[in-house]
């Protein structure tokens, strides 16, 4: 849920400016998460109203300087554009069922999530596998790889519970379970709370999908270092990839040491002003700020100093949208290969379709 005196964008709304932050007080990354307590527990009273300091991250609400920027590019993925339905397989998510992945007016989604239940957690969000090939660099390059891949393992295990948590959508006789895929109110994501089998499996997903989006905007995969200054902790070199990385391909095996390049590096992040050292920071290479359209994923007029290097705001956009949908692409293929064709093309249909007991037959 968003903290009562947050606005949530229109869907389908204006183009909005993105402000991914990671640089406020330890306040601002736990308001998110009391806030969501206190309107979960029913305690939002007057003080709820007062407004809370934002919280870090890519940003999850409309309000408080975030601009619900998970939300813009998940639905620049995987939202159905008008006219078109998901189909049988799934291929898209229609308006309720999109809601409930990438949130709206009233609702953080699921990829809002670790924003307000594990802003802290370095693995959710990708942070701290920072490295640079320099004599003196305080991290090693196995340091950084084991820190990554604690990342993509913990997103995998969200991805898996996904998968697992599908299996009351369908019973075995292939029939759609009206209870557990009712979307008449929206689902509660944060803080633990089970709830109907749709929003549990999709909860996996979009807890996974946050990590793998933030991974664009804080790593170096797809950007380019600035060529007017030389390469250092200031200026790490960029990988300027063009595709998703294949060692973030949660539906595969889980990636060695050896997969991760040689260069690559995030940021450093730590609420203590002192305690990234001189390592590369969150802050040197996000590629946080700009504006993007929800409904085709353009990205333009960004802000911050990497952002603004060589087009790197955009290839960082472009690129999360692209894995989003390449781990759709895979979670579907993960149904199948659990239940079997039938059942796991169905749990697709289900998760994406609005009313799947009408529509998934």
């Known amino acids: 849920m968003r903290p009562r005196g947050a606005r949530g964008p229109r869907q389908g709304?204006?183009?909005?400016?993105?402000?991914?932050?990671r640089s406020r007080p330890v306040l601002s990354t736990l308001s998110a998460g009391i806030a969501a307590a206190a309107l979960l527990l029913g305690l939002a009273g007057p003080a709820a109203a007062t407004p809370v300091p934002p919280i870090q991250d890519f940003g999850t609400i409309d309000g408080f300087g975030q601009n619900s920027e998970h939300e813009r590019i998940t639905r620049a993925a995987l939202a159905c554009a008008p006219g078109t339905a998901p189909g049988a397989a799934g291929a898209c998510f229609q308006p309720?069922?999109?809601?409930?992945?990438?949130g709206?007016?009233?609702?953080?989604?699921?990829?809002?999530?670790?924003?307000?239940d594990?802003?802290?957690?370095?693995?959710?969000?990708?942070?701290?596998?920072?490295?640079?090939?320099?004599?003196?660099?305080?991290?090693?390059?196995?340091?950084?790889?084991?820190?990554?891949?604690?990342c993509i393992a913990h997103l995998k295990?969200?991805?898996?519970?996904?998968?697992?948590?599908?299996?009351?959508?369908v019973n075995a006789a292939g029939a759609v379970s009206v209870s557990d895929t009712d979307l008449s109110s929206d689902c509660t994501f944060v803080l633990?709370?089970?709830?109907?089998?749709?929003?549990n499996a999709i909860e996996g997903f979009g807890r996974a999908l946050h990590g793998t989006e933030d991974f664009y905007s804080h790593s170096n995969w797809a950007d380019q270092a600035d060529g007017r200054s030389a390469i250092g902790v200031a200026n790490p070199p960029g990988l300027a990839r063009t595709g998703p990385a294949p060692f973030l391909r949660l539906a595969a095996a889980a990636p060695s040491a050896s997969d991760i390049p040689g260069d690559l590096t995030t940021g450093c992040f730590s609420l203590n002003p002192w305690g990234c050292g001189k390592r590369i920071t969150h802050g040197v290479l996000n590629k946080d700020n700009g504006t993007i359209d929800p409904a085709?994923?353009?990205a333009t007029s960004p802000t911050t100093a990497r952002g603004q290097v060589a087009g790197n705001?955009?290839?960082?956009?472009?690129?999360?949208?692209?894995?989003?949908?390449?781990?759709?692409?895979?979670?579907?293929?993960?149904?199948?290969?659990?239940?079997?064709?039938?059942?796991?093309?169905?749990?697709?249909?289900?998760?994406?379709?609005?009313?799947?007991?009408?529509?998934?037959?």
């Open 13 to 21: 709304g204006p183009i909005m400016t993105m402000t991914y932050r």
């Open 96 to 102: 309720a069922s999109i809601r409930q992945l990438a």
């Open 104 to 116: 709206a007016n009233g609702t953080m989604g699921a990829i809002g999530a670790p924003d307000a």
């Open 118 to 150: 594990q802003a802290l957690t370095e693995a959710a969000h990708c942070d701290g596998a920072d490295y640079l090939n320099a004599a003196g660099y305080p991290r090693t390059r196995a340091q950084a790889t084991s820190v990554l891949l604690s």
């Open 157 to 169: 295990g969200e991805f898996d519970r996904g998968v697992e948590k599908a299996d009351v959508l």
């Open 192 to 199: 633990g709370v089970p709830g109907r089998g749709k929003c």
């Open 296 to 298: 085709t994923g353009r």
């Open 313 to 361: 705001f955009n290839a960082a956009v472009q690129t999360a949208i692209a894995d989003t949908r390449a781990q759709w692409d895979g979670f579907r293929g993960s149904l199948v290969a659990r239940y079997g064709m039938v059942r796991g093309q169905r749990m697709a249909c289900a998760m994406t379709h609005d009313d799947p007991a009408r529509d998934c037959r």
